[in-house]
């Protein structure tokens, strides 16, 4: 059956007899006329007897075949399982159960497997597949008997099943699963399973029982480098570094150490402190293995974060004169060059940033260097070639631009970009909510229209919910229907500190100072910007308290000196002025 190459390769003896018999009576037309005559005599009741083929079994598994050369997956698998659960034949039980594996049906895949078991019972693999997909889908407790019966039967393939997936386990999970492989090794024991073992204990957090199991899977193999690996890493969390270094070492005189025995070694070089060892072990690292790039351009990582700057960059530059679309290292040297002070060299390296993870922050710090009021020209030249170049992630590259301009007090320019930006992108939420912030207050309709669409889009923003309720309560009069928005806000985000400050804010117009007092506190405390502070000031002093009031204000305006909020609300209180 040619279903994919992962499918195809269980053909059985009996599918493969069924493929010849279908493709003979596909080939024969004196086939035809037999069968013709055939249909006119009644045919006997169908009984199925193990490890035989009868007609509506071979009807059905024939149309699977077809079914699967069509690539109709779903009928050829529905076939083979309804034969399964007639026949019991573990050869169709077992072709089911790779068709649902590879079509990733859990549920047949599931039953599929069930059967192969009930079929074969002494085969683990039936079993190795059923508790694989329950310990992916997090079901550790009906994966356990599973494990527990292919255990018996094979305990590599089972035991690599269990370590895969040992650090989803909770304690008490891990505890069920020590308690299986304990009894298995007092009759089968190695350092695959004593290994696992390890990894058990550590997950429940027994480190001196998992160091004990690691030894002993190294002293049953010295060269597991698993049970290695898992102790080095275990003596590493504990802070032990140079005892990990130690359990390496003997492993770092081959001609050609394994690379993660290596990259480990060299990690813990840097965390015990042995700088110039792990740069001199990390070069060789890359020395070692030239084919790898990803290891390379992790190694020069490793150097930068440990201020190996000139050798990270080294490395950096290799990795693109060897592979040049790969546009990754122009980000890191972006930020070598930007941390040395090379303000046009790190532009030039970020503006080459092509991979998506790193393209908007490589924007992003371009915008960051370009940070006076004269370099609009520049950035905005910039963004717009990257715009042109980049169709796909226009947006982002409009709200990065808006953003500097208001930033640096190009209120008018910033509007002009999110206009222009809205006209290719109408419902773009953070373009409206972007350009509602930007509008100046007279534009309060325009403002009210740019939130209204993002929570007729997304009613459940908090922010334009926010937003929405505190420019209503500065610019209008529309107190309640203000508090109605931010208090839908403060139930999506009780502990946001901006909501929190516009409620205590409405509540204040609303002529309950006390209530707005305990909101605006509580804002205060998470986040003690001017503003929330002028805020709470004017609460204070509404409720009575005229010596706190006081008291904050001379307090804020030591630390924000001829702040504007700071300055209303010292008017708004008759207090003195700077």
Same mark, same amino acid.
Request: aromatic content about 8%; proline content about 6%; glycine content about 2%.
């Given at each position: ?18 493929? &010849? ?37 071979? !009807?059905?598994? =024939? ?22 659960? %007639? ?19 859990? #549920? ?18 039936? !079993? ?9 889908? &997090? ?60 990894? +058990? ?23 597991? %480098?698993?049970?290695? $690996? ?72 490793? %150097?930068?974060? /440990? ?23 122009? !980000? ?14 790190? =532009?030039?390296?970020? =503006? ?5 993870? /790193? ?40 709200? $990065? ?5 208001? %930033? ?37 309709? +325009?403002?009210?229209? #740019? ?85 709470? $000031? ?5 409720? &009575? ?34």
């Amino acid at each position: 059956m040619p279903i994919p190459t992962s499918v195809a390769k269980i053909a059985t003896p009996l599918t493969v007899a069924v493929i &010849g018999l279908l493709l003979s009576l596909t080939g024969c037309s004196s086939h035809q006329s037999k069968v013709e005559e055939q249909l006119e005599t009644p045919l006997p009741t169908v009984e199925y007897r193990p490890g035989e083929l009868n007609r509506e079994t071979l !009807y059905d598994l =024939i149309v699977a075949e077809i079914a699967g050369q069509r690539k109709a997956f779903d009928l050829s698998l529905e076939n083979y399982l309804h034969q399964s659960q %007639l026949t019991k034949d573990p050869e169709i039980a077992q072709r089911a159960t790779y068709i649902a594996q590879y079509l990733q049906r859990p #549920d047949e895949l599931l039953e599929a497997a069930r059967l192969w078991q009930i079929a074969e019972p002494q085969n683990p693999e039936p !079993y190795q597949i059923a508790a694989s997909l329950l310990l992916h889908q &997090g079901d550790f407790a009906a994966a356990l008997p599973l494990l527990r019966q292919a255990l018996s039967q094979s305990d590599k393939q089972t035991l690599m099943i269990i370590s895969a997936q040992a650090e989803q386990f909770s304690p008490e999970e891990a505890r069920a699963y020590i308690s299986l492989l304990e009894e298995h090794a007092q009759q089968n024991s190695n350092a695959t399973l004593l290994t696992t073992l390890g990894t +058990l204990y550590a997950q429940q957090g027994n480190n001196v029982k998992a160091l004990q199991r690691f030894n002993a899977a190294i002293s049953d193999d010295p060269e597991y %480098l698993e049970a290695v $690996i898992k102790k080095a890493e275990l003596l590493r969390s504990q802070g032990a570094f140079n005892q990990a270094i130690t359990v390496l070492e003997p492993h770092m005189n081959a001609d050609q150490p394994d690379q993660q025995v290596f990259t480990l070694y060299v990690q813990l070089l840097f965390q015990s402190k042995q700088t110039q060892k792990a740069v001199q072990q990390a070069l060789l690292l890359v020395e070692t293995f030239p084919e790898e790039p990803q290891l390379t351009f992790y190694t020069a990582l490793l %150097l930068l974060e /440990n201020d190996q700057v000139a050798k990270s960059r080294n490395i950096m530059q290799t990795l693109l004169q060897q592979y040049p679309d790969n546009t990754t290292p122009h !980000y890191y040297l972006g930020l070598i060059d930007q941390h040395d002070g090379n303000r046009a060299a790190a =532009i030039d390296h970020f =503006i080459q940033v092509k991979d998506n993870t /790193n393209i908007l922050s490589a924007y992003r710090r371009i915008a960051s260097l370009l940070d006076h009021p004269s370099d609009r020209p520049q950035l905005q030249t910039i963004l717009q070639e990257a715009r042109n170049n980049m169709p796909e992630i226009d947006i982002p590259l409009y709200a $990065i631009e808006a953003e500097w301009l208001n %930033l640096h007090d190009f209120k008018d320019i910033a509007l002009s970009v999110l206009d222009e930006a809205l006209q290719q992108h109408s419902d773009n939420v953070n373009l409206l909510y972007s350009r509602a912030m930007t509008l100046p207050p007279q534009d309060i309709d +325009l403002i009210e229209k #740019d939130l209204r669409e993002v929570l007729k889009q997304e009613p459940d923003n908090s922010m334009a919910l926010n937003a929405l309720g505190y420019t209503l309560s500065l610019y209008t009069d529309r107190f309640d229907e203000a508090y109605e928005l931010v208090n839908s806000a403060l139930a999506l985000s009780p502990n946001d500190p901006s909501i929190l400050d516009s409620m205590g804010w409405i509540l204040l117009k609303q002529g309950k100072p006390y209530a707005a007092v305990d909101y605006l506190q509580q804002a205060y405390q998470r986040f003690p910007d001017p503003e929330v502070s002028a805020h709470l $000031i004017q609460a204070y002093h509404a409720a &009575g308290d005229q010596k706190t009031a006081l008291a904050l204000l001379k307090k804020e305006r030591l630390k924000h000196p001829g702040n504007e909020f700071l300055q209303e609300a010292a008017e708004s209180i008759n207090a003195p002025q700077d």
